[in-house]
């Protein structure tokens, strides 16, 4: 794993530590643990896959599904990192 530079150099987590151990655990088939690793992983990955997905079909108003996955993705970031 790579480590955390922001823990390294400052002593504080940053928004997004936990991600790699939380792919980890995905990949390892254990959901639960994932999403108490870092709980904004399937918002993220629900983007990515809409993204990805929207690469090769065009919708109407896809724009507005992007942002509001945006939007959720970054609020799930803030509000675990807050409590964390």
């Given at each position: 794993m790579l480590p955390c530079l922001s823990?390294?150099?400052?002593?504080?987590?940053?928004?997004g530590?936990?991600?790699q151990r939380?792919?980890?655990?995905l990949?390892?088939?254990?959901?639960?643990a994932a999403f108490y690793m870092y709980p904004a992983i399937y918002p993220l990955?629900?983007?990515l896959v809409f993204i990805s997905f929207n690469f090769f079909?065009?919708?109407?108003?896809?724009?507005?599904i992007k942002m509001?996955?945006?939007i959720i993705t970054a609020?799930?970031?803030?509000?675990?990192?807050?409590?964390?």
């Amino acid at each position: 794993m790579l480590p955390c530079l922001s823990k390294r150099l400052f002593g504080v987590d940053c928004i997004g530590c936990g991600m790699q151990r939380s792919v980890v655990l995905l990949l390892k088939g254990e959901f639960m643990a994932a999403f108490y690793m870092y709980p904004a992983i399937y918002p993220l990955l629900t983007l990515l896959v809409f993204i990805s997905f929207n690469f090769f079909v065009q919708f109407k108003n896809d724009w507005v599904i992007k942002m509001s996955l945006m939007i959720i993705t970054a609020l799930t970031m803030i509000v675990s990192y807050i409590i964390k």
